[in-house]
């Protein structure tokens, strides 16, 4: 059982920036691929970053440019840099953990961008 706990969440103005973490409890080396997914009020979640244990990295079309997943082998984590964050990036943000066929799920953050 991979338990992940997520950090960084908060309130953010149109164009600003923030950085989501998510802390594992045992070695990404022993995980397939990390990743987040979020979830608006409404709307069904949906992936927003992964990174592989290789290293490669996919992204939603509609973060692209403005998002950067990395990884911390050192202190098994996966960070989300958000950067010119809109209105719509609103929504609970998931960490998850792939091994194997198996998802891990994070308890998710909020990020809410407003005036």
């Known amino acids: 059982q991979i338990q992940l706990v997520e950090s960084g969440g908060g309130l953010v103005q149109p164009g600003g920036s923030l950085r989501l973490s998510c802390a594992a409890s045992e070695s990404i080396f022993n995980i397939n691929s990390m990743g987040w997914y979020r979830q608006a009020p409404g709307k069904q979640r949906e992936l927003v970053a992964t990174?592989?244990?290789?290293?490669?990295?996919n992204y939603a079309d509609s973060v692209k440019g403005r998002f950067t997943i990395s990884r911390d082998s050192a202190e098994n984590t996966v960070s989300l840099q958000m950067a010119s964050l809109k209105p719509e990036d609103t929504a609970v943000y998931y960490c998850v953990a792939r091994r194997s066929v198996k998802l891990y799920w994070g308890q998710g953050t909020q990020v809410t961008v407003s005036l």
């Open positions: 990174i592989a244990s290789g290293g490669s990295t």
